[in-house]
């Protein structure tokens, strides 16, 4: 099992912000602990009590919506905080979060946060850097999901988890292998309408399914089909 250390060892651009009193109170405090694939982390209403890092693995943050249909927010890469925006402005969740595969995350308690940010500026200009940055990738992610056609979002998705999450070896196959559910739910349409237009790109030579295997062999045109919505 990973050490506490190990886990700030990942997480250089905190651990710098902190002074070494500091750092003895983050090891002193932090927990890690490894997530099964598709294992709640947190729930929409839950109350946040930790700031939540992924250390290794995949995570999804999504809101269920009518008729119990998920719509995918967001998919955390590792090294990436999540789970404190709630905490800073005082509310509960309103999203969940779930494993998308096997990870480990570490959690710091939020109030040990609070009591570190009103000591070290530092630390506080980090934090809000982290949320001016994901805000404008929200910001981004709405209009895309609002505006764009069916075959926009999913192009649009598709070239996401790329930048997201890169490619294996050969330059082209997604290291992330999501389910047509996943799909459809980071892309906002149905499973059916994914599966539908996944079918469609594959037979347009845009892409090579393999299961859960999506292999990108045109990339000019899915960004073309982005763009155009």
Known sequence: MITKEDVLKKLPDLDSALSPEQREQVLDKMTARAYRKNEPIYSEGDAPKHMLCLVSGKVKIYKDGVGGRAQIVRVVNSVEYFGYRAAFSDENYVT???AFEPSIIASIPIELIRHLILHNPQLGYFFIRRLAIALGK?????????????RGRLAESILYLKESYGTEEDGCTLCIHPSREDMANLSNMTTSNAIRSLSAFAQEKLIELDGRRIRILNECALQKISKMG
């Open 96 to 98: 969940a979060a779930a």
């Open 138 to 150: 929200s910001d981004a992610r709405t209009v895309n999901l609002t505006q764009k056609h069916i």
